[in-house]
């Protein structure tokens, strides 16, 4: 089966600090992808990436950056949190032959006070 | 861009009822539609993935059926449980990037 691990479950941050979410999974997937996802709103994607080292932006990128150094980690980065990015934060991961499923990891939950 | 809705919002049904699902999208040039589930707190789940070819699938006592040219997708659980409360998630490949819907939300009461 494959497997998206996230670090935290939970998280609590003070506005201006610079908080990392991490990501792997163990398919050896090339895409991975950050959403976030809030009531009302849905899902939205921030960031994806399509290979190591190689990013693109998502729907709602601003506020936030990314780094694929390894092809199994996916770190979503607020460069200068926020209270707006209080969310919940959801990694996935997809492979490039065959159906292109998208697998979720379990979310953090960010509170930026 | 592509628009993913879903119809009802919720949905509370009895034990033993069967579920039906609705999803609509606006462009049919996809390449997949994916149905998750998500329970309270957690991530998604992927239940059923449909290729932009096929007709519909079938997983257990779930089935989704797909008809790109009307925009459309309905996911079927047959003979609901308690267990199958959740909030479940249509979403819309284009190329190797999904666009969700709101989701509905099932509560089935024992």
């Known amino acids: 089966d494959v497997k998206v691990t996230q670090s935290s479950r939970y998280l609590v941050k003070r506005t201006g600090e610079k908080v990392f979410l991490e990501c792997v999974q163990d398919?050896?997937?090339?895409?991975m992808f950050w959403y976030r996802q809030d009531p009302g709103l849905g899902l939205r994607l921030i960031y994806f990436?399509?290979?190591?080292?190689?990013?693109e932006k998502g729907d709602i990128p601003e506020g936030y950056s990314v780094s694929r150094e390894k092809k199994e980690r996916f770190s979503l980065i607020l460069e200068s949190a926020s209270t707006n990015q209080t969310s919940m934060y959801l990694c996935?991961?997809?492979?490039?032959?065959?159906?292109?499923?998208?697998?979720f990891g379990p979310g953090t939950r960010l509170t930026v006070l | 861009k592509q628009e993913v809705t879903q119809i009802p919002a919720a949905l509370s049904v009895p034990e033993g009822e069967n579920l039906v699902l609705n999803c609509s999208f606006t462009?049919?040039?996809?390449?997949?539609l994916q149905w998750f589930r998500q329970d309270p707190g957690k991530g998604l789940t992927s239940l059923l993935l449909i290729q932009s070819s096929q007709r519909e699938q079938t997983s257990g006592r779930l089935n989704a059926s797909l008809d790109k040219s009307s925009g459309r997708s309905t996911l079927y659980i047959a003979a609901s449980q308690p267990g199958d409360s959740a909030t479940y998630l249509c979403a819309v490949g284009n190329d190797y990037k999904l666009s969700f819907g709101a989701g509905t939300t099932v509560t089935v009461r024992a």
């Open positions: 462009d049919s040039a996809i390449y997949n």
């Open positions: 996935a991961s997809s492979g490039t032959s065959g159906s292109n499923e998208q697998f």
């Open positions: 398919m050896d997937h090339e895409n």
């Open positions: 990436s399509y290979d190591v080292k190689m990013k």
